[in-house]
């Protein structure tokens, strides 16, 4: 089992010295949440609130960074973990420009970034750069496509009904071979279809007990079955699906097919975190969950 976690809610001048503590404690990675824009007032049609659509667990002036920056930042201060986005929203972007950033985070890490996907749910964002929302499921697919190709090929030409460019040549290719790893987010059809289909992963929300996520794990495992999919598969949850606290939970997510866990650090500072907070998390879960955990 994996334990991964997130690091925002503090100062970005203290991110380096907190995933510098969580590389040392154990921690495998590293996710970043990403949202392009909000609207002043936002809408209730976030998809996994409690009951279904609601508001979402965020406010219009919830602080939000360029993902790959900040990755960029934390890569130049560690050595090991992985740096990975929860998710990043790839039909807002062309392609070429993701492949960019996402390429030069590769670099810079030594082979350490992990590209987690979503097509988005804020139909405003969409709205605000005049790409069309109701299409965006097809162009996430086409450009998971695209994203290989530049990341592998040595002339690379498109031209569907959703990018037009080439011939072109890219480089760097990633220091990951064969590519950079995609995990695909989302809990609707189409989400665990693409992630099975296409995703080297998928990063499961939303579901409220592990025989949900089983009956969600099932779609997507089949779907990569049938597309002829092979090689390692991550399955990413958040630790709010553990179905018991401690080490009992842990192992029932992944008894149930669960191969990385999302912690929440610092759970007694909700709301006003901190650094050293963090910090100290991170040594006791080590202490008392990653020692123990194969015990």
Do not use: C
Request: glycine share 10%; net charge negative.
């Amino acid at each position: 089992m994996k334990f991964g976690s997130h690091i925002m809610g503090i100062s970005l001048r203290h991110f380096p010295a907190v995933a510098q503590a969580f590389e040392q404690n154990g921690i495998e990675s590293l996710w970043i949440p990403e949202h392009l824009v909000f609207p002043a007032n936002m809408p209730p049609t976030y998809p996994y609130a409690d009951g279904g659509p609601g508001l979402p667990p965020v406010t219009s002036d919830t602080h939000s960074y360029d993902p790959w920056a900040v990755l960029s930042y934390i890569a130049a201060t560690t050595t090991t973990i992985r740096l990975a986005t929860n998710v990043f929203v790839l039909p807002l972007r062309h392609p070429l420009a993701i492949a960019r950033s996402v390429v030069t985070v590769d670099r810079l890490s030594r082979g350490r970034v992990t590209l987690g996907a979503g097509v988005g749910w804020l139909e405003d964002e969409f709205n605000y750069v005049r790409e069309p929302f109701r299409t965006r499921g097809k162009r996430a697919d086409a450009i998971i496509g695209i994203l290989r190709q530049l990341w592998s090929e040595d002339v690379i030409e498109v031209h569907d009904e959703h990018f037009d460019f080439g011939p072109v040549k890219f480089q760097p290719k990633p220091l990951q071979r064969p590519s950079i790893p995609i995990e695909v987010g989302g809990a609707a059809r189409g989400a665990l279809l693409r992630a099975g289909r296409l995703g080297d992963g998928w990063i499961e929300i939303g579901a409220k007990d592990l025989d949900e996520f089983r009956t969600r794990l099932k779609v997507v495992l089949d779907a990569r079955e049938e597309a002829g999919r092979t090689g390692p598969f991550e399955v990413t949850v958040p630790i709010s699906l553990a179905p018991a606290p401690g080490i009992d939970g842990l192992r029932r997510l992944r008894d149930a097919g669960a191969t990385r866990v999302i912690m929440l650090p610092d759970p007694e500072a909700v709301g006003h975190p901190t650094a050293g907070g963090r910090i100290d998390w991170s040594k006791r879960f080590a202490d008392e969950v990653i020692a123990r955990f194969d015990d």
